[in-house]
């Protein structure tokens, strides 16, 4: 496949609103494709590489110093110099990186250069992410979309699945499976407007404390143990401690679910951002350890000596999680069908200094990957987690800074962010100047006092309550709202969704 042919099929993507024809696009497509792989990974904006060390300036100077060609230039042609630009190191190497970007720009279309730069810099968000690529996969192959989504909680990456399933078919796909030192997405939660309304939807309920840590996926086998973050970034050398405790575990195989957290000397939590400094932490980390230890507490047990748990409902998975962890390391919980035993739990967390609650079902699976109903979060005070899609320029005593903020949510059919208000509250001085600096790494457009930025980074917004709205397209609009931290360990795509806003806003409408 050429780059040519690919870059038609994102522009035909982003350009339809129906899934049905995003996915008959892109099944058409994963079936031409030599190389399926970098179809899913290149629609999905990410690199086989990672990171090739080409920067937002270095591509803007490769497009300056080439003018646009008309070669089809093949997709494995592409793939190879990108190898080759991230294979450049040592002296000279910047220069050498950018003449061999320039060269590739020179031989392609405009369409083909925007889609490229934007697939270095990370701008390209379109209707064909994960979400459409799944079923685009399972179009192409014809496997059940299920068996295609399975697949991929359990890969944490859409394109070996894409590949095992076009190119070996559907038993292939049973080599996704758990296994300790490979890391799975993690189940996520949605928000409940309060306890009542949990506890009403689940019944009786495990409640567990919802600490304001780090989430933390905890492998074990044997001796070797392996440290993964939400994002599933292995952090293993960053917490020593933690990989000290976890051998000492009562398992000689062992996947835990869990949270790391900064406590102080009264054991209550110091803020997440002091959590933070010891996962952006990489050198110095014995000195760290002595100056601010962590405390790790699990919540889970995915899998323990052999046995997988996923499709295990809660109450067996809690059952070998008792079994091999520590109580002292296992969150505070409390197993209740009762609301105002649940209030009293609820009270007694806040008392602890943490956020809320976590409602369970106890007949819940772990579903990898998705945010299901079977768990719920309840906060102190309403809190969603947003993008960012744009900045206005402030006034007065923050002029020269970008203050007002444009808040989005995803969609859940198109994948597109969907705008929910503004806000300028809850930020400092530190805070103004680090976002107008981030803001204008990420600018897109200008329009007028508005700087439209590429929507990748993510903030907690606390707000009052969601009204209807006929403002926004949404039709909903956040009240009161207002910034309480950026979510530096989220990515764009684990925002909440329109349809979660939603659900918060039927709830308030009673």
Same mark, same amino acid.
């Given at each position: ?85 991230? +294979? ?6 910047? $220069? =050498?990186? %950018?003449?061999? @970007? /320039?060269?590739?720009?020179?031989? *392609?279309? !405009? ?62 796909? +049973? ?6 030192? $490979? =890391?799975? %997405?993690?189940? @996520? /939660?949605?928000?409940?407007?309060? *306890?009542? !309304? ?85 050198? !110095? ?226």
């Amino acid at each position: 496949m050429t780059l040519s042919e690919l870059v038609n099929v994102s522009t035909a993507v982003s350009k339809t609103r129906s899934r049905l024809k995003k996915r008959a696009l892109l099944g058409d497509c994963l079936r031409a494709a030599g190389s399926p792989s970098l179809v899913v990974n290149y629609l999905s904006g990410t690199l086989p590489q990672g990171r090739i060390g080409v920067g937002p300036a270095m591509v803007r100077d490769a497009l300056n110093d080439s003018k646009p060609g008309d070669e089809q230039v093949p997709l494995a042609d592409v793939d190879a110099l990108f190898t080759t630009i991230a +294979d450049a190191s040592g002296s000279g190497s910047t $220069k =050498a990186k %950018r003449e061999l @970007l /320039a060269g590739l720009f020179g031989r *392609i279309t !405009d369409d083909e250069r925007r889609f490229l730069a934007g697939l270095l810099t990370g701008e390209i968000r379109q209707g064909a992410l994960e979400g459409v690529l799944i079923e685009g996969i399972a179009e192409a192959s014809g496997i059940e979309t299920d068996r295609i989504r399975r697949a991929v909680m359990l890969a944490a990456d859409p394109a070996p699945v894409a590949v095992a399933a076009l190119v070996d078919g559907e038993q292939a796909l +049973d080599q996704f499976r758990v296994e300790p030192l $490979k =890391a799975i %997405r993690p189940m @996520l /939660a949605q928000p409940s407007e309060s *306890i009542a !309304d949990a506890m009403s939807d689940l019944g009786t309920a495990a409640l567990q404390y919802k600490m304001d840590g780090a989430r933390i996926q905890v492998h074990k086998r044997g001796d070797e143990v392996r440290i993964f973050t939400r994002q599933l970034h292995d952090v293993t050398s960053r917490l020593p401690e933690i990989v000290d405790r976890v051998r000492e575990m009562a398992a000689d195989t062992l996947i835990l679910d869990g949270e790391a957290i900064a406590l102080g000397k009264d054991n209550r939590p110091l803020p997440f951002q002091v959590t933070m400094r010891r996962f952006g932490r990489s050198s !110095d980390v014995a000195d760290m350890v002595n100056k601010l230890p962590m405390s790790d507490f699990y919540f889970d047990c995915l899998y323990a000596d052999g046995a997988e748990l996923i499709d295990e409902p809660l109450s067996e998975r809690q059952r070998a999680l008792d079994t091999v962890v520590p109580e002292a390391s296992r969150i505070p919980q409390c197993i209740s069908d009762d609301e105002r035993e649940a209030a009293e739990f609820l009270a007694r967390a806040f008392d602890d200094g943490h956020e809320g609650l976590m409602a369970k079902s106890l007949t819940s699976t772990y579903m990898a990957g998705n945010r299901g109903a079977d768990w719920r979060k309840i906060k102190q005070v309403h809190t969603l987690d947003l993008v960012i899609i744009a900045a206005e320029w402030g006034s007065g005593r923050r002029k020269g800074w970008l203050s007002n903020l444009h808040l989005a949510a995803r969609d859940d059919e198109t994948d597109e962010f969907v705008m929910l208000g503004k806000t300028f509250k809850g930020l400092t001085d530190k805070t103004l100047k680090w976002q107008t600096d981030a803001f204008l790494e990420r600018e897109v457009s200008r329009e007028e006092h508005v700087v439209h930025v590429r929507p990748e980074l993510v903030v907690e917004i606390a707000v009052n309550d969601i009204q209807e709205s006929q403002q926004y397209p949404a039709g909903m609009a956040l009240r009161f709202a207002r910034v309480k931290r950026y979510r530096k360990d989220k990515a764009p795509n684990e925002a909440d969704t329109v349809s979660t806003v939603r659900q918060l806003f039927e709830a308030g409408r009673g």
